[in-house]
């Protein structure tokens, strides 16, 4: 059986306690930091509405309330399944999220699978056991693992928007709008994996079975192909789930500098005037989207690499 | 924080940009071509925040103005020289007692829905921005004088105000008290706020969040303003208005053709415009009415309670030698608590000169003697001045401009410390009074502004907590001359008693005027007939259209 089931049942029990620790500590930073969630009712910050319009809303609300009975009131409206009602956008929050979660999902998919295919090829072009390549391999995935998404991106639109005008750099959900908003996400994304991989990449090439293949004549990028991906595959596999988390992440600032619209600039602008229910529906749906992810990447780590034993990872 | 990294992304973008933007651009010459052409889509990208809400009736703020100034009308406009001129109104009188206004509207004006406008829709409007339900905040403000409107017939409308209010135009001209379809208004607050009825040029015709807006152009159009450049509909199809939220995806976007208008356009991209004029970009730079940006002294509380520390600040740094290196000068000094688009505005250039040594003497009268580290000193305190500064309301260059203040101020021994907040935190901060210093900037049309941030009454908070009265001046004399101008119906008489409103401001050093409110546009320079309205410098498309070929 490839299928470590008993993790993959784990994975589902932390899934849920992470999704209510996360519904917490949302409800709870946010009413902590500076800022009167009233207002976002109103208006926005600096609201100067009348003393009868803030009154209706603080009790319409129950900001009147004391802040525990609010906690427990959204918990069990959560519980049951009820994202409630944007202070801002007078919207169901199940709608907003339905509306831009395509976009962020589209986007963060596009920049995982494009990420894997860089760090493959990278690694299958540069991990050798002799000559230089392989430290200037690892080298150039340390340096595209550092670069801040925000200056890439600012990179991609300088060269190929406004300098060579070869792709938009307002980004839409067409294969040109996409490519830089997927490239500026990938990229460091890529350095990652290749650098997660590279080291059992090269622990395969060097041992036994890879050693009697080529003594069987089997050419090197062959080689490279069939066994060793397969083997170095498993830690960046382990590591998509985190990575899906960080994509998600980086969409709050592509998305903004991209004016795409999508869940992390929809996340950016109701943290900005605090508009709780907002932020606690996309905060949930993108740490459950995590969970499923992790559980996902459990699975297919488990049906690529069946040795027992690296399902702990 | 994802403020300060987007804001580095556009500093090293506008970097970038700035060696990019010679090989780019290139467009037609102006003035190829002076005939107006109909048709075309104009591509219209905004930095503000998306609004909320379409109808500026609710809450009330800047992002809302922009855009509902292209589908919604107010009852009066105003001329580049500052002065009331008929829109939806044709006319208007006033009683001797001040207390009641007789307006005359425009006959033949029809609402986007069908929806006839007359007196009657005028009474709907003014009780709709009244009504606590529809939660209106600067509308609800600039109207607080009114008590009811009263039909007097189908195209006569009757104001009774409580007081008399020499403000009332001035209030009635901007967009979050413009007209709506009463029908519209009816379907309730939150289907209006999606798509509002007005009687403006284009009318919402779709709304993609996050994305866009799409205006088309209103066929049965018939009430341009009086100093409008043609009679009938406009000349565009529609207006596809999107949010660019990154000052440098923005720019990017207009300079790679992919948008045809900016607004929140960079001080260095506006000077490059104007510079290099064959670039194919036009500046328009409409600076906003009411307030001047300036720094306002907490005189509540603190060291600024000392008149003399307040000059000291005032000596302590170089306001012109910062504005000029940081702004490619695109920001005249203002010296004026008020707008230079406000003709009541008095100016007083000698009032701040440079001059450490000055500063330096001043606060050696005070008491503030300097400490080991070079900060001030009395009794035991040290000259610490808190300074909240929003990052959504000061730009970039604003934020250079406060660290160059913290400098220079250091060398007089001010320890001033900037903390660079959200818009909630920044209010937050402001109403638990934890500033010395602060730059708050306030959008209204004409002077009687000057009563919202001077008067006694605006140091008492609203139930939000938000008071506008932040350098917390309390001067009975002040106080009079105000009330005074506010109930003052002749404008001359009005205008001298602003100015002698705004020169005891100044007189006692209550604040450290910099510049007016920046709002700049870049556009294209095949789009023609763009301007701001002279009112909340919002821009208007009516007489817009775009070149063709170029």
């Known amino acids: 059986m490839g299928v470590p089931w008993r993790a993959v049942l784990w994975r589902a029990v932390g899934g849920l306690i992470v999704l209510w620790a996360a519904a917490t500590a949302t409800f709870f930073a946010i009413r902590a930091v500076p800022g009167d969630p009233a207002q976002a009712v109103l208006g926005g910050p600096g609201s100067q509405a009348g003393p009868e319009a803030l009154a209706q809303v603080r009790a319409e609300y129950g900001f009147d309330q004391p802040l525990w009975m609010q906690y427990l009131r959204t918990l069990g409206r959560l519980a049951s399944g009820e994202l409630g009602t944007s202070y801002s956008l007078h919207r169901p929050v199940a709608a907003v999220i339905g509306e831009q979660l395509g976009g962020t999902l589209l986007l963060a998919v596009l920049a995982l699978l494009v990420a894997w295919v860089l760090a493959l090829a990278w690694l299958l072009a540069t991990t050798r056991t002799r000559g230089p390549w392989n430290t200037l391999g690892s080298g150039v995935e340390l340096v595209a693992a550092a670069l801040p998404e925000f200056w890439l991106a600012a990179v991609l639109i300088v060269v190929f928007s406004s300098t060579l005008h070869w792709l938009p750099g307002l980004s839409d959900n067409t294969a040109g709008g996409l490519a830089l908003p997927v490239l500026a996400l990938a990229i460091p994304l890529a350095g990652f994996l290749a650098q997660t991989m590279r080291g059992s990449m090269m622990d395969s090439l060097t041992a036994p079975y890879s050693l009697s293949a080529r003594a069987r004549g089997e050419r090197s990028t062959g080689l490279r192909l069939r066994h060793s991906i397969r083997h170095a595959a498993a830690p960046g596999i382990a590591l998509s789930g985190w990575a899906f988390g960080y994509l998600i992440g980086g969409s709050v600032v592509i998305e903004t500098i991209f004016a795409r619209p999508g869940l992390g600039r929809t996340l950016y602008n109701a943290v900005t005037i605090r508009d709780v229910p907002l932020v606690t529906g996309i905060v949930l749906v993108s740490a459950a989207a995590y969970v499923l992810v992790t559980v996902l990447a459990e699975i297919v780590g488990g049906l690529v690499d069946p040795r027992p034993g690296r399902a702990a990872a | ?550």
């Open chain 2, 1 to 550: 924080m994802r403020v300060r990294s987007t804001a580095l992304a556009a500093a090293a973008l506008g970097t970038a940009l700035l060696l990019a933007g010679c090989t780019s651009g290139g467009g037609s010459p102006s003035g190829a071509s002076s005939t107006p052409v109909a048709g075309g889509t104009l591509r219209y990208a905004s930095g503000d925040a998306e609004p909320t809400c379409l109808d500026p009736h609710v809450g009330g703020n800047y992002p809302q103005a922009l855009v509902a100034s292209q589908y919604l009308e107010p009852l009066v406009g105003r001329d580049a020289s500052g002065a009331i001129i008929p829109w939806l109104a044709t006319s208007w009188t006033t009683s001797p007692d001040g207390l009641s206004w007789d307006f005359t509207l425009k006959d033949g004006v029809t609402f986007h829905d069908g929806t006839p406008f007359d007196a009657a829709a005028v009474r709907a409007n003014v009780l709709q921005i009244l009504d606590p339900a529809t939660k209106s905040s600067t509308g609800y403000l600039a109207l607080a004088k009114v008590a009811d409107v009263e039909v007097v017939d189908r195209l006569h409308a009757r104001f009774h105000l409580s007081a008399p209010d020499a403000a009332l135009l001035e209030s009635l001209s901007q967009p979050w008290t413009a007209m709506e379809s009463p029908a519209g208004m009816a379907r309730g607050v939150d289907a209006n706020c999606l798509q509002p009825y007005g009687t403006g040029p284009f009318e919402v015709s779709e709304w993609v969040h996050q994305d866009h807006i799409t205006l088309t152009r209103y066929d049965g159009y018939a009430s341009p303003p009086a100093d409008a450049a043609h009679q009938g509909p406009a000349y565009l199809d529609s207006i596809l208005w999107r949010f660019i939220p990154d000052a440098a995806t923005r720019y990017a976007a207009l300079q790679s053709g992919e948008v045809d208008i900016i607004d929140n356009a960079q001080p260095d991209t506006v000077a490059q415009a104007q510079q290099n004029p064959s670039a194919g970009i036009v500046a328009l730079q409409a600076p906003r009415p009411g307030a001047s940006n300036r720094i306002e002294f907490n005189g509540g509380q603190g060291p600024f309670t000392d008149q003399r520390v307040r000059e000291a600040f005032i000596r302590a740094v170089d306001v012109d030698a910062g504005v000029k290196s940081l702004f490619f000068g695109t920001a005249p000094r203002s010296y004026s608590p008020l707008s230079s688009v406000e003709p009541d505005a008095y100016s007083a250039p000698d009032d701040f000169p440079y001059d450490p040594a000055a500063a330096a003497k001043l606060l050696d009268e005070a008491g503030w003697t300097p400490g080991p580290d070079g900060i001030r000193v009395k009794d035991g305190q040290r000259l610490v001045l808190r300074f909240p500064v929003s990052t959504n309301q000061s730009i970039p260059a604003e934020q250079s401009l406060f660290q160059q203040f913290q400098a220079s101020a250091k060398q007089a021994g001010f320890d001033v410390q900037i903390s660079l907040l959200d818009l909630s935190s920044w209010y937050a901060a402001l109403a638990a009074h934890e500033y010395d210093l602060v730059s708050a900037p306030y959008t209204k049309v004409g002077p009687d502004v000057l009563r919202i941030l001077y008067d006694t009454e605006g140091i008492t908070p609203a139930p939000s907590g938000y008071f506008a009265n932040l350098a917390q001046v309390s001067i009975p004399e002040l106080d009079q001359l105000l009330s005074q101008a506010s109930a003052t119906l002749d404008p001359a008489q009005r205008a001298q008693l602003y100015q002698q409103a705004q020169k005891i401001i100044l007189d006692q050093a209550r604040i450290l005027p910099l510049y007016d409110q920046q709002n700049n546009f870049l556009y294209r320079s095949d789009v023609h007939g763009v301007r701001a309205l002279a009112t909340v410098s919002t821009p208007t498309f009516l007489d817009a259209w775009v070149s063709k070929g170029s």
